[in-house]
């Protein structure tokens, strides 16, 4: 029987000594940033900032010094993270780079794409995006149609690609494509490749979402051609290899700390003797530290070497049900009241467009929820 068993995390010590110098720097990078860019969270995105951030050792922590890392702990990580994303910090350009790209070059191209790679992206200097969606492939991602064959030059890619967040200003992208059939298998035939941006016949058009911001695109590849060299990891291997890359996507604070600068702000205009608002807050805030203690234990099961698969599906699932709920509480509390100019309002209704794709991205609730059933072997 298969059973899901998350300890709840506790930090060490030598971590709080890290926070307090995360906080000291952001305290002075980000004054002046105004709510409206505070609220993108991990979707806001300045190279610069990134670059100071490889500057501070803060990109890569985990990773070998070879890879330009720098052998600090996951929870060392974790804490960096907690505070960018509670600060509202512009991290969006090397987020995808920092969190899974990196990790999947060193684990599947150790000695041939990650040497030269990995350090870029360590210091600021290499963003990139995933190219997984399709048209009519999202869940069933196994159904995609991109298709990668042999080129005298190494590997020639044709097909199309949706919803790529941040193709715009990546430097690379992780793509998967199909390079066989799928015969009996209907995962297997299917291999990731490494492509620069600027080769010749990718093109990038915007997708504007319900925000009215441009975050993700769509990619096209007309007769894109990608050296020998760029095949990650094993041909027909794309499928398990995806399988790991999703296990990071889904594993951290992000997660549930998309709408942290709502809460802050209910908190921050919340009237202490308002019984009705303390009973509600109150509950947001436990939701958000139960989900905290998940996602350390999540972050620990990382550091162990153990698969978190599970661990993380239930904890972005839950923390996109928490998430999705503050535009209600906030307007059950607030609703009327606030000052159309503040940026407890402007918190508001950002929240409210931009939640509903917190249970798409990274994989809807109904794949999360069915990765989780059969984990418990209940399907
Ligand atoms: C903000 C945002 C950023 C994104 N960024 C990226 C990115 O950078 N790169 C990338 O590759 N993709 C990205 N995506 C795409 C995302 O991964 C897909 O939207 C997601 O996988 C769902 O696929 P779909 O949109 O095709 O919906 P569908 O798969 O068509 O799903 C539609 C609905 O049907 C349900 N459904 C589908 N299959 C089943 C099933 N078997 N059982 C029960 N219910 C089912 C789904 O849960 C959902 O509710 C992003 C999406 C969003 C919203």
Redesign the pocket.
């Known amino acids: 029987m298969s059973g899901l068993h998350i300890d709840p995390g506790t930090l060490p010590p030598e971590c709080e000594t890290l926070r307090r110098e995360v906080r000291a720097f952001l305290a002075e990078a980000l004054v002046g940033i105004p709510a409206s860019r505070r609220c993108r969270n991990w979707s806001g995105a300045d190279p610069a900032f990134s670059r100071e951030m490889g500057r501070r050792g803060w990109i890569g922590m985990t990773w070998p010094k070879r890879y330009g890392g720098h052998e600090r702990s996951a929870l060392e990580r974790y804490v960096v993270l907690e505070e960018m994303l509670a600060a509202g910090a512009p991290v969006g350009a090397h987020w ?1 780079a920092d969190r899974q790209s990196g990790p999947l070059l060193m684990r599947y191209a150790p000695d041939t794409l990650a040497p030269r790679i990995a350090p870029l992206i360590a210091r600021g200097e290499a963003f990139f ?5 399709e048209p ?6 196994a159904s995609i149609r991109s298709r990668a064959e042999p080129h005298a030059r190494g590997w020639v890619i044709n097909g199309r ?6 193709a715009h200003r990546a430097h690379f992208m992780i793509v998967l494509v199909r390079t066989g059939e799928r015969q009996d298998n209907r995962h297997g035939g299917m291999s990731q490749f490494l492509v620069d941006m600027k080769t010749p016949g990718l093109t990038v058009r915007p997708i504007i ?1 319900q925000l009215g911001e441009h ?2 695109n769509e990619v096209t590849f007309d007769d894109v051609v990608v050296p020998q060299d760029h095949l990650i990891g094993a041909e027909g291997q794309g499928w398990a290899q995806v399988g790991a890359e999703l296990a990071f996507e889904r594993s951290g604070p992000e997660r549930y700390l998309s709408c942290s600068q709502l809460l802050l702000e209910m908190l921050a205009e919340a009237d202490p003797d308002d019984p009705r608002q303390a009973e509600a807050l109150g509950r947001v805030v436990a939701q958000y530290g139960t989900l905290r203690q998940m996602s350390l234990g999540v972050a620990d099961m990382l550091a162990r070497g153990d698969n978190p698969a599970l661990a993380a599906a239930l904890v972005k699932d839950q923390g996109a049900l928490v998430e999705q709920a503050m535009p209600e509480v906030a307007h059950a509390l607030f609703g009327g009241q606030a000052d159309p100019d503040s940026n407890l309002a402007f918190a508001m209704r950002y929240a409210a467009l931009a939640t509903p ?1 917190f249970s ?8 999360l929820r ?1 990765i989780v059933a059969k984990g418990l072997d209940l399907r």
Do not use: A, H, P, Q
């Open positions: 995808i995006c995933i190219g997984m969606s009519d492939s999202g869940s069933d991602l690609k949706v919803w790529t967040s941040g979402n975050d993700f794709s798409l991205r990274g994989g809807t609730r109904e794949i069915g």
